[in-house]
């Protein structure tokens, strides 16, 4: 008899604002931590600048701005998170890194339809993860957001 193949990928745990949110580990190059970025004039408010990294500038992505959430003040445990969605680099700011976890695909469901829209079209899951809901963020959909933005 055979059984079906379920596919399964790691994602890095993080918490902005007060929901906690999956990264697939695939397309993380590096986590840093939080320093002021170089502002940019211009610039919209979710990107409140560039860092450079490892000689490489990247535009730093306030996650909290791009999900609807108030902008807060960074604290000792927000992070950059460096993402490669090609062809794109960018450093997504969160509150805080969390865990890695290893996902299968039967652990994932739909986004739920009451979802605020904003919020929703950045997402391309929600899974459970220690008691707690756990969104899963489309780094492609990500991106789109950040360019429609600037």
Same mark, same amino acid.
């Given at each position: ?128 993860? @220690? ?16 360019? @429609?933005?600037?």
């Amino acid at each position: 008899m055979r059984t079906s193949e379920q596919s399964s990928e790691d994602y890095l745990i993080v918490r902005v604002g007060t929901e906690y949110y999956a990264l697939p580990s695939a397309a993380i190059r590096e986590v840093t931590r939080w320093r002021a970025p170089t502002p940019v004039p211009g610039a919209p408010p979710l990107l409140p600048g560039i860092i450079s990294q490892r000689g490489v500038v990247l535009p730093a992505v306030d996650l909290r701005q791009l999900l609807g959430m108030p902008a807060a003040e960074p604290d000792r445990s927000s992070r950059f998170v460096i993402v490669r969605q090609e062809p794109v680099d960018v450093a997504l700011m969160v509150d805080a890194t969390l865990d890695l976890c290893h996902l299968t695909s039967t652990d994932l469901a739909r986004v739920p339809a009451g979802l605020d829209p904003q919020h929703a079209r950045l997402l391309s899951a929600i899974a459970q993860h @220690e008691g707690q809901p756990l969104l899963v963020i489309d780094l492609a959909a990500l991106i789109t957001a950040i360019q @429609e933005s600037a």
